[in-house]
């Protein structure tokens, strides 16, 4: 008989949607939306429709392996769980002795964002003294820029925006990245709101909003001076909220604003003078509107002064404290969960030295200042992932590297590591989840058995821990006791949720202290004028490829059928084809001679990708654009799309720069 378990989806999205799971004898059989999550409300998206497809796919890896042939070509045999932590820790110790903890490097991100699992490593690494990595890969420009203008501000509920008259979708791509948060735009707009997209490309988003807005990859700072300087203009203000909360307007309107006249900021864009006329119009009359910012516009090398510049606009809108809450960039939750007694700096002897994860091809040059010896990577496929592909992989073929890679599959990171690790997916092991686009909360048992001999990242790193001879009694605790261990304890954002529901797997709704006015600044203020940031007034800035020769920004945007390289594995998925398609404008691939279904090598200084080419008019002039990050064993050429962006940090928060990068396109020779 089959029965139905409570579960959450473990990805890195906003939703972290609520799934029932039917369970009959110890598999997955199927999956469906929550019916009782109020955020998913009993729908899944597409990819996870049928996660039980990727639970027990043929692919999954199911004993440890160690490998038989070069590294990057993907042969390995079978060994033992005892044999393979055996080997990691007679090399580490070696390794200790002669480089120091330091020549050791953890790689791992958001393969599952469970609180327990995402961290398990940190206490171990840290008692190693390994060096520390710097999770910068996804938008810390975003946070940085938020925190320049509104500091620690709590975030609007979500479902405010069922109350705006007006949304802006700002370089996000909702319909494929937050699906259950753009149910609640389309319920604004069915209820009257007037929604704006700003976008590089026409996108399944964009199909669905009132008004587009085409900006030209990496211009957005200069789109929001535009509209601010037509607001000024059109004495569309909100004078009172800017005299009681805003800091430093004058300033911004004296000595930035009067340089992006719409002639400008037309001519840089690329958006037509009637269009930004048309938006800064509807914007400034809106009674309540509400900015969604997306990723897209952090990925720059200008990505957190973009970020700072639009967060202006709701200043100068007074919209801060209408229902709607002027702008929204995610929730908050950090503060829910005190993390401290799982992290534990204080395993560290001292801090060691913090490798920006974006920079992983230079920390993996032989030349590179303090070596690394050992990479151990987990939930996490870098070799697709992380920019300058052809710097990360010259540098894992490195004889003596030593690479271990802990994964549910055969990555392109796996296929490079000395040892591979069975790792358990998200209804294998239990954990705690909170989401970054509501207030919910969620403890998740283990649904069915570990596949094979899989172990989880917190059951792994306790058997190394136990190999390494470390005794901190915290390695000896289960991942039961560690999520009891977080829940324990006053914590006000649990006041009002029944433990009853947290224990039996249903969705808490957190409560987020706090409220505005006053705004969480040290002025407590809105602060347009930050005097503690290197530009205290916010203008513009150039992204990094501005001035690059190569004709084409390159836009390496999300997929709607994979999440970053993950769902590969799925053939029932479209996404293996959509991450090896290169869009282009028809003027553009006239100009190349290039139709659509041709192959053709896309390249610059960092590296060539070959793709398939589709011609749509979806795509402007100058623009580029590949949808998700494909595995090589899909691709047409080994190097993938990453082979083409760079390892240049953002402005501020050492983040990524995935978007700001430019290419040429031609014919794949014959
Ligand atoms: N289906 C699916 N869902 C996902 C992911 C996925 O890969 N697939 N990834 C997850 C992760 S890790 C994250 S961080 C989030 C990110 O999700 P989002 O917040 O949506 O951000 P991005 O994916 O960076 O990009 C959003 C859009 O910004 C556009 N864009 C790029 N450059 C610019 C620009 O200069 N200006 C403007 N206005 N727009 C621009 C891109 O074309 C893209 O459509 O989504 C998560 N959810
Ligand atoms: N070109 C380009 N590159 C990008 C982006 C882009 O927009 N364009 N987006 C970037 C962004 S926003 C992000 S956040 C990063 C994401 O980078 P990553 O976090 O590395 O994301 P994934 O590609 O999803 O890889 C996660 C891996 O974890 C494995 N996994 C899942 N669960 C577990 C588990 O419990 N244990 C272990 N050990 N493994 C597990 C999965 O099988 C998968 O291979 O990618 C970045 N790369
Ligand atoms: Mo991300």
């Known amino acids: 008989m089959a029965e139905w378990r409570r579960s959450v989806c473990p990805f890195d999205c906003p939703d972290a949607c609520g799934m029932l799971v039917e369970v009959e004898q110890g598999r997955a059989l199927s999956v469906k939306g929550d019916p009782d999550h109020f955020h998913n409300r009993g729908t899944l998206c597409p990819k996870m429709a049928h996660y039980e497809r990727s639970v027990h796919a043929e692919a999954r890896l199911k004993t440890p392996l160690r490998r038989t042939g070069p590294k990057g070509e993907g042969r390995f045999e079978p060994i033992s769980w005892d044999s393979a932590l055996d080997e990691i820790a007679q090399r580490w110790k070696a390794i200790l002795a002669q480089w120091g903890g330091e020549a050791i490097l953890p790689y791992s ?112 700072g200069v789109l929001a001076a535009g509209v601010m300087h037509l607001m000024v203009e059109n004495g569309a203000l909100d004078e009172t909220f800017l005299a009681q909360h805003v800091e430093g307007f004058e300033a911004f309107a004296r000595e930035v604003l009067p340089q992006f006249p719409p002639a400008v900021v037309a ?34 090398g200008n990505g957190a002064m973009t970020t700072r510049l639009i967060l202006c606009l709701p200043a100068l809108q007074g919209a801060y404290l209408k229902p709607a809450g002027g702008a929204f960039l995610g929730t908050s939750t950090s503060g829910a969960v005190s993390m401290q007694q799982l992290l534990r700096e204080d395993f560290q002897a001292r801090p060691t030295r913090l490798v920006n994860m974006n920079q992983l091809g ?45 994964e549910r599959f055969l990555t392109d990171t796996a296929r490079y590591a000395d040892l591979v690790l069975p790792a358990t997916s998200s209804l294998e092991h239990p954990d705690l989840y909170r989401a970054y686009g509501h207030y919910g909360l969620q403890r998740v048992r283990a649904a069915i058995q570990p596949v ?24 000896r605790q289960s991942e039961e006791e560690i999520i009891d261990a977080l829940l324990s304890g006053p914590n006000p954002w649990l006041d009002g949720a029944d433990p009853s529901d947290l224990a039996e797997g249903r969705v808490v709704r957190l409560s987020p202290p706090g409220g505005r006015p006053p705004f969480g600044t040290p002025s407590g203020k809105v602060e347009i004028l930050n005097p503690r940031e290197p530009e205290p007034l916010p203008r513009p800035l150039p992204s990094h490829s501005e001035g690059d020769p190569h004709p084409l920004a390159l836009v390496t945007a999300p997929s709607l059928y994979s999440l970053n390289s993950t769902f590969h594995e799925r053939e029932d998925l479209p996404a293996r084809k959509i991450a090896s398609t290169l869009r282009l404008s028809p003027e553009d691939a006239a100009a190349r001679g290039i139709a659509g279904g041709e192959v053709v090598l896309a390249f610059n200084g960092l590296g060539e990708v070959k793709l398939v080419a589709e011609v749509t008019d979806r795509v402007p002039k100058g623009v580029a654009v590949v949808e998700g990050v494909a595995w090589s064993a899909f691709s047409k050429g080994r190097a993938t799309v990453n082979a083409l962006t760079s390892q240049r940090l953002t402005d501020r928060g050492g983040g990524s720069t995935f978007y700001d990068n430019r290419i040429e396109v031609k014919l794949f020779p014959a």
């Open 109 to 220: 991100y958001a393969g599952t964002m469970g609180l327990v699992q995402r961290n398990a490593g940190h206490p171990f690494f840290h008692k190693l003294g390994a060096s520390r990595l710097d999770r910068t890969i996804c938008t810390p420009a975003k946070g940085a820029g938020q925190a320049a203008v509104l500091g620690a501000t709590p975030a609007p509920d979500p479902e405010a925006v069922l109350s705006a008259d007006l949304v802006v979708l700002w370089g996000l791509h909702a319909l494929a990245t937050n699906l259950h948060g753009f149910q609640l735009v389309r319920e604004a707009r069915r209820r009257g709101a007037k929604v704006w997209a700003v976008e590089t490309y026409r996108t399944a988003t964009t199909d669905q909003v009132d008004h587009v807005l085409l900006v030209r990859p990496g211009t957005d």
């Open 267 to 300: 001519a840089r864009t690329g958006v037509d003078e009637a269009a930004l006329r048309a938006f800064a119009q509807a914007y400034g009359a809106a009674l309540n509107p509400q900015i969604q910012v997306g990723g897209g516009i952090t990925r720059y």
């Open 362 to 406: 230079a920390a993996l040059d032989p030349g590179a200042d303090g070596p690394v010896k050992s990479l151990y990577v987990y939930h996490s496929n870098p070799a697709a992932v992380a920019p300058d592909q052809g710097a990360v992989r010259a540098g894992l073929l490195r004889e003596d590297l030593f690479t271990v890679v802990h």
């Open 452 to 475: 094979g001999e899989s172990r989880s990242n917190w059951a792994t790193f306790q058997a190394l821990a136990a190999r390494m001879g470390f005794e901190e009694s915290l390695f």
